[in-house]
């Protein structure tokens, strides 16, 4: 369970001071998807970044299966599988090398490590890909790389930024089966994506942040009733209160 | 423990299969021992034998015994010079004037000037000018001796006191020219060969977007610098041993015994030698880390970084040209190092506390700069700078 507490984060500059996070709380609960929406500079990245641990929020907390990140943030990382925003891939290493160092990291090791190696490119549909060195991948299959490494430790809470963009229809019917599953095992699942389709398709919550704060929150149908629309997103643009989503 | 192990396997990996900073680490490993095998043969050809200098003779008429003179020791007639260096000796223009009274003057054993005219601050002139003088010098000194004798005066009269010169260089001293070119590679082999993985490895990374990555996994950013710092400095270490290994062997090749000196690396200096630069090795490394984590883009960094090349180029030449040394830099880094190396060339005892301060004050100073970078990089500055 990943939750988000009355999140403040402000970014000072020589000239002038921008304002990420202002006041950001929501839920993520186990055993379901949350989406979380946004546009483009609402505040997204800044509160993932502080999830993991990377940035400190100036005010509130962020709390993983009981932990805050503050407090040890190497065992809230040990407890997520992280897809970022902005990936890169060892383009010297081969698929499997890449997946096997971060299982390492992970403190997996021996005939676990392996079989949860050849498990994931099994459910990925990419076994031919792992002994190939990443350079030269596609998008696709880049992104299939990256997914692979975040999710071959199995962790409890999932934080995926984008995860379908690049992929093929059948890879993100892969990808939703996965995620599907891995809810009903009860991992928690934190989803962002600009495709309201996908969103309306696979979230049972979706939280909607504009300006660093949460503009609403409920299943996508409740967020659909509260707007009045019959689109989620419609609806979003109505919520966060402008046109400028529709850009992003 | 795993995670060590596998950030350590990744690195090496990614820095074994980097083909073409692989081949800038060793090269500078292959190049060495040449370049130290063919500088001292011509510096030792220099030394020993007395090539042809053309002297621009006027007058040269009136004194044929003192040309004949010159001729023996092969200073000869500019006019006789062949059409390939006739541009080099026209350049340097070395005149030689014998007054018209020469003859005269001798035979009323008056005083002659003999002008030598050159320009005395042109290096490459130094040899040639002061074989010349020696050669006036002797030739007068050998038509006095004669006037005396036949004066019935011995000329021993004339030397009161002579000079015996004990020189208390070991024979390995007079090698001090490859030493000095060996040391001062030494120096520069550790600094480049790691440097093209230290950069790959940090600001190549950050410009890859693997450096976000690896930061939010559950791994402290102190292994994350060790395994860097170990790849690069093992990377440097491969490399400075296969330049004396091969320095070994090319010296070999050179017969230093034509300008009495012997040089070799046997078992024990080659031993003591990689104990004193595998710690440099590491603090170059980690040196590099610094700087290029600090870099902006990998573009900068490999600008800033390759001007950490001065530190090992200058120290040492400084070294060489303080005379009075004050008494601490035998214990800091590189040049610690680079008076050990001096004395272990010269054949002379090794300092062991010397070498056991200077390695433990590089290891300390690797270490505190370990410590910072692990710490910057969990600062918000490096994180912001990552997008």
């Not at chain 2, 003088?133 to 019935?152: C, H, N, P, Q, T």
Request: glycine share 6%; proline share 3%.
């Amino acid at each position: 369970m990943i939750e988000v507490k009355n999140l403040h984060k402000s970014f000072i500059d020589k000239k002038n001071t921008v304002k990420a996070l202002d006041g950001l709380s929501f839920t993520a609960k186990d055993g379901e998807i949350t989406g979380i929406l946004g546009p483009n500079g609402a505040g997204k990245t800044t509160c993932l970044r502080t999830l993991y641990g990377l940035l400190k929020a100036d005010e509130g907390s962020v709390i993983v299966d009981g932990i805050d990140v503050l407090d040890d943030p190497l065992a809230v990382r040990k407890r997520l599988g992280i897809f970022p925003d902005k990936f890169g891939l060892y383009e010297r290493l081969t698929a499997y090398e890449q997946v096997d160092y971060f299982a390492s990291l992970h403190g997996m090791q021996g005939a676990n490590k392996k079989a949860a190696i050849e498990q994931i490119f099994k459910d990925l549909g990419m076994e031919e890909l792992a002994h190939r060195k990443t350079v030269g991948f596609s998008q696709g299959q880049r992104m299939k790389v990256t997914l692979a490494q975040a999710l071959v430790h199995q962790p409890k809470n999932f934080v995926l930024d984008e995860p379908t963009r690049g992929l093929d229809v059948m890879s993100t019917r892969v990808l939703r089966n996965h995620l599907a599953k891995f809810k009903e095992k009860g991992h928690c699942i934190l989803f962002s994506s600009h495709v309201m389709q996908e969103v309306a398709a696979l979230c049972d919550r979706v939280i909607i942040v504009a300006n660093g704060k949460l503009a609403a929150q409920g299943t996508p149908q409740e967020l659909c009733d509260l707007a009045g629309e019959k689109l989620l997103e419609d609806a979003f643009v109505k919520l966060i209160g402008s046109d400028e989503g529709v850009a992003a | 423990m795993i995670q060590f192990k596998a950030l350590l396997i990744k690195e090496l990996r990614e820095a074994f299969r980097d083909k073409r900073a692989l081949l800038v680490a060793l090269s500078f490993g292959l190049m060495a021992p040449v370049m130290i095998m063919v500088m001292s043969k011509f510096a030792i050809s220099q030394a020993v034998e007395s090539p042809e200098i053309y002297v621009k003779f006027s007058g040269a008429e009136y004194a044929p015994k003192l040309i004949k003179a010159f001729k023996d020791e092969n200073i000869l007639a500019f006019v006789d010079v062949p059409a390939d260096e006739k541009r080099v000796w026209q350049e340097r223009n070395v005149e030689v004037i014998i007054p018209d009274t020469y003859a005269q003057d001798m035979v009323d054993g008056k005083p002659i000037d003999i002008i030598l005219r050159a320009d005395y601050n042109e290096k490459s002139l130094g040899a040639p000018l002061r074989r010349i003088k020696d050669e006036i010098r002797s030739f007068s000194l050998a038509i006095g001796y004669k006037r005396l004798l036949v004066r019935g005066i011995d000329i021993k009269l004339l030397q009161p006191i002579t000079l015996q010169q004990q020189d208390t260089a070991l024979p390995t001293s007079n090698a001090m020219m490859i030493s000095l070119i060996l040391g001062l590679y030494l120096m520069m082999g550790v600094f480049v060969s790691g440097q093209a993985i230290s950069i790959d490895s940090s600001a190549g990374e950050r410009e890859r977007n693997v450096l976000e990555m690896l930061l939010c996994q559950p791994v402290s950013t102190l292994k994350i610098v060790m395994a860097k710092l170990v790849s690069s400095s093992l990377i440097a270490a491969i490399a400075v041993t296969l330049m004396l290994s091969l320095t070994t062997v090319s010296v070999s090749f050179v017969d230093l015994t034509k300008i009495g000196a012997t040089f070799s690396l046997d078992g024990f200096t080659f031993t003591a030698l990689l104990m004193l630069l595998i710690p440099l090795c590491f603090l170059a490394s980690s040196l590099q880390l610094f700087v290029a984590f600090q870099a902006k883009s990998f573009k900068e960094a490999q600008s800033t970084v390759g001007m950490l090349i001065m530190i090992p180029a200058m120290v040492p030449v400084a070294m060489m040209l303080i005379d009075d040394k004050p008494s601490w830099v035998s214990w800091t880094p590189i040049t610690g190092q680079s008076l050990l190396m001096e004395d272990l060339f010269k054949g002379l005892p090794v300092d062991w506390l010397a070498v056991l301060v200077t390695s433990g004050i590089t290891i300390a100073l690797t270490a505190g700069l370990v410590l910072t970078i692990a710490k910057r990089l969990t600062s918000e500055k490096v994180v912001m700078s990552l997008s």
